[in-house]
């Protein structure tokens, strides 16, 4: 059952400004305009990525994500809509990788194999544009509700995330920290790293 809390987000969240790093990031993409929009929520992201000429593949764990996203894009043949987790979503070859706000939870355990995932799905020159949850986060602490939100919380440091970005040009690297109130109207403490970065040609995985 989807929480008040989640509901509340998705409701607060389906007109948001497009962030800074994101316009930045479009700018840098070549052929193919293709993008993925991991964990996709209620679609904000993809409203400016198909004023931008993409073909979007946008995918998240939450059906109410998906119902909502389908809605909205039902007459766009451009957007494909997919139910499914960080592990399980089939990635095609892109461009453009946006993660947002979204790989604060995907499992731990699972991050390894996700991420070699998102970098072989990213042609030679694409560009990744996402957020990595630091470990000074509310979220990484005692006080966040992991009944009303996901049960999974990826906290990674400043070297931890830079560690991830080897086989790229790092082109935007931002620590964010500030406190502030969630759109439920909770205190937060938010503890984030905002990463573009391009995908070197000669990059291998092993």
Known sequence: MLSNEKLHYFDATEQRPVRADLRYAVTMVRAPRIAVDCGCGAGSDIAFLRSEGFEVHGFDIEQESIKRCQQRYQSDKQVHLTQASFSSFSYPPCSLMVADASLFFCPPHEFDFVWQRITQALVPGGIFCGSFLGPD??????????????????????????????????????????????????????????????????????
């Open 137 to 206: 986060d509310t979220m990484a602490g005692p006080s966040y509700n992991k009944d009303a939100w996901w049960p999974d919380v990826l906290t990674l440091t400043d070297a931890q995330v830079k560690t991830r970005f080897q086989g790229f040009e790092i082109l935007s690297f931002t620590e964010h920290k500030l406190s502030g109130v969630t759109p439920d109207g909770a205190s937060h403490d938010w503890h984030i790293f905002s990463v573009v970065a391009q995908k070197r040609a000669n990059l291998s995985l092993s």
